[in-house]
């Protein structure tokens, strides 16, 4: 079983404060995604990763896919109130190319 | 609606009964999946449809959990005989295409379980 962990588990900062969350697995992935989930919400996609050493950005996200496919990074510059909310990463797993592994995600806080 | 929409949004069962959760996808979209999220955890996959067809039921923890997509649009988890355990968020996801990698899944909701 391909297993993804995600550091740290949860993180509380101020507002403009700069962030990194990682995920991390000792299996190479053929991608990986980036989900934000908020509370009572279903996860919505941020990004997918594809390439190894791949730096993807959104707006002040930006995404980093490790050389070797086996770990991640989301790193939030001038983080607001809100991006708030659950960070998933997941990839697909068990040799299939759909049925997506998740990690248990980075809680954050951003406080005003 | 444009999402995936699911019904109910909460669910209150006591134990050992039945229930069904319901899941509408995005019109057209070909592939459907059910995950189960328990309270801190990530989702966790559960099964997969293409169209009608049950590709993928591997997720499912028991005999008690059965999934039907019988028209290839709307989809019903069934949970019979309830445990406590079974107490999660059930997720529904669909995508346009046949299972491609990095299609992207639209999650709905979900439905929060919670057995008494």
């Known amino acids: 079983t391909q297993l993804l962990e995600q550091s740290p588990q949860f993180l509380s900062i101020q507002e403009g404060e700069n962030l990194t969350v990682y995920c991390n697995s000792s299996?190479?992935?053929?991608?990986l995604q980036w989900y934000r989930q908020e509370p009572g919400e279903g996860p919505v996609l941020l990004v997918t990763?594809?390439?190894?050493?791949e730096v993807k950005k959104l707006k002040r996200l930006t995404f980093q896919f490790g050389d070797a496919r086996k770990d991640s990074s989301l790193h939030i510059t001038a983080a607001q109130t809100g991006d708030t909310g659950l960070y998933l990463c997941?990839?697909?797993?068990?040799?299939?190319?759909?049925?997506?592994?998740f990690g248990k995600g980075t809680l954050l806080t951003v406080n005003p | 609606g444009a999402g995936v929409s699911q019904s109910p949004r909460y669910k209150v069962a006591k134990r050992g009964q039945d229930v069904a959760l319901r899941c509408d996808p995005i019109?057209?979209?070909?592939?459907l999946f059910w995950y189960q999220q328990a309270l801190g955890q990530g989702p966790e996959f559960l099964t997969y449809f293409q169209n009608e067809a049950q590709l993928d039921k591997s997720g499912l923890p028991s005999d008690r959990f059965f999934a039907e997509r019988p028209e290839g649009s709307v989809s019903t988890l069934k949970i019979q005989r309830t445990q406590q355990e079974d107490s999660a968020v059930y997720l529904c996801?669909?995508?346009?295409?046949?299972?491609?990698?990095?299609?992207?899944?639209?999650f709905g909701d979900g439905t929060r379980l919670s057995i008494l």
């Open positions: 990763v594809v390439t190894g050493g």
């Open positions: 299996s190479v992935f053929s991608s």
């Open positions: 997941a990839g697909p797993s068990g040799g299939s190319n759909y049925k997506l592994t």
């Open positions: 019109s057209g979209h070909v592939s």
């Open positions: 996801a669909s995508s346009l295409d046949r299972a491609r990698s990095n299609q992207p899944q639209h």
